[in-house]
């Protein structure tokens, strides 16, 4: 990662980050923070503004979202449902709308993750590709085709 969002303390507290968020987003328990915050910038785009071992927050393409390790999770009930899980997104699709599917796709195969679907334009009018992370999450970087 070529940011250093891990050498400095959090930008705000935790209770005005989570009293400044909107809409809808997203928090992701993932089994290594470092790793995920490196395939969602390196391959997406993402901005980390800030992360730690332990949590991350991201922004891309206008939203926010955020990663937790699991020990962070503890007395959570959640933390059961994915103890012990392998490929913990089964089923799910996080899907990035206007994140070039192209580019995001030569990353991942460069950096050795896992292309499930190819780009190719879909007829739904976007130009989609699959990549699955390390947690298998699968990720969807789709952008308009232009018509």
Known sequence: MTDSST???PPVSAPDYGRSLR?????LLVTDVPRAVRFVTEVLGATSTYHNDSFAALRL???EFMFHAD?????NPLLGVVAGVEGRGAGVELRIY???PDLAETRA???GYTVLA????K???LRECMIMDDDGYVWVPGAAIRG
Do not use: K, M, V, W
């Open 7 to 9: 050498d400095r303390e």
């Open 23 to 27: 809409g809808i987003g997203f928090n």
């Open 61 to 63: 393409n206008g939203g």
């Open 71 to 75: 020990h962070t999770y503890r007395g």
């Open 98 to 100: 206007g994140c070039d």
């Open 109 to 111: 195969r460069a950096l």
């Open 118 to 121: 190819g780009s190719i334009d």
């Open 123 to 125: 007829p739904h009018g």
